[in-house]
Nanobody, 117 residues
Framework: QVQLVESGGGLVQAGGSLRLSCAAS????????MGWYRQAPGKQRELVAT???????NYADSVKGRFTISRDGAKNTVYLQMNSLKPEDTAVYYC???????????WGQGTQVTVSS
């Protein structure tokens, strides 16, 4: 059974930094895209960033230049380094792993990120 365990959320002032981690277990994730999504109150869940097993990354325009996604294949862990945080980054951040071979996707439980002005 696939499990995604997120950590690293919290409260930070605007301009600060946080690093999110998501440890995946239950299978080999070499054929999975790993990523982060977020959902702010009253808004739809949106893509933040994704990374393939080969290291190809994709970012939402709103976070380009501020956030960096990375991946440790040996640890089945994906990270999101968030710098220059803004109040509008406040949301619940969800880890996601998605198979490139079949229609399968898994979500973490979410971790709250709150940025105060």
């Amino acid at each position: 059974q696939v499990q995604l365990v997120e950590s690293g959320g919290g409260l930070v002032q605007a301009g600060g930094s946080l690093r999110l981690s998501c440890a995946a277990s239950g299978r080999t994730f070499s054929s999975y895209v790993m990523g982060w999504y977020r959902q702010a109150p009253g808004k739809q869940r949106e893509l933040v960033a994704t990374i393939t097993s080969g290291g190809t990354t994709n970012y939402a325009d709103s976070v380009k230049g501020r956030f960096t996604i990375s991946r440790d294949g040996a640890k089945n862990t994906v990270y999101l380094q968030m710098n220059s945080l803004k109040p509008e980054d406040t949301a619940v951040y969800y880890c996601n792993v998605r198979s490139v071979l079949r229609d399968t996707s898994y979500w973490g439980q979410g971790t709250q990120v709150t940025v105060s002005s």
